[in-house]
Every structure is written in C-alpha cells, then in structure tokens.
Nanobody, 121 residues
Framework: QVQLVESGGGSVQAGGSLRLSCAAS??????IGWFRQAPGKEREGVAS???????TYYTDSVKGRFTISRDARNTVYLQMNSLRPEDTAMYYC?????????????????WGQGTQVTVSS
C-alpha cells in the first residue's frame, strides 16, 4: 500500500522560510507534487517533480521563491522562501497517476493528510 508521510508545516512571519517534506513509499516511476488549499478556495497545484528529480514545474505565484526537489529514496522537499501571507494554506503531497508531471489535481491519485502553513504579516 502506497503511503505518504508529510512534515514541516508551521507558522512563520512574512519573509520567512519553511521546508516541507514528503516521504513516499513508491518506486521512482511517478510524478510527485505539492498542492495547497486555503479556506474557501480551490485546491491549487504548487509544484511537481518528475522521477529522478527533473524536470520541475511551478505555479507562477511561487516561481523564484519555492524549490521542489526529490532524493533517491523518493522523499520530496518543498523549500519555501520569502513566504507571504497569501501562501497560507493546507499543503498536500500527492503521487501522480503516471511519470508525466502536471499541476492539475486530476492527474494525481494518492494524497497525503496535509500539513498547515500559516504566514503572518
């Protein structure tokens, strides 16, 4: 059974940094992505990474601030720098249906429990 274990959320002031981790018990054959959902908003794809660690995709609002990476054990990290209040959301790790990466939640079929990120101004 595939498992995703997320960690690293928390509260930080604007301009600060957090690093999220997602340990995935899979072979290195599927895309892994990070999504987020703020109260009253739809789930949004934040970043995704192909098997092997590249290429990577980012939503426009986080480009230059967030970095997704993936190690040989399929732990995926989301380094979040220069955080803004609008980054506040529940962040979810997810495994893609195939190796091909997108930022669309319909293309992911295994989801973690989520980790809360709160950025105060």
């Amino acid at each position: 059974q595939v498992q995703l274990v997320e960690s690293g959320g928390g509260s930080v002031q604007a301009g600060g940094s957090l690093r999220l981790s997602c340990a995935a018990s899979i072979y290195n054959t599927e895309c892994i992505g990070w999504f987020r959902q703020a109260p009253g908003k739809e789930r949004e794809g934040v970043a995704s990474v192909y098997p092997g660690g590249s290429p990577t995709y980012y939503t426009d609002s986080v480009k230059g601030r967030f970095t997704i990476s993936r190690d040989a054990r399929n732990t995926v990290y989301l380094q979040m720098n220069s955080l803004r209040p609008e980054d506040t959301a529940m962040y979810y790790c997810a495994i893609g249906r195939t190796w091909a990466c997108t930022l669309s939640s319909i293309d992911f079929n295994v989801w973690g429990q989520g980790t809360q990120v709160t950025v105060s101004s």
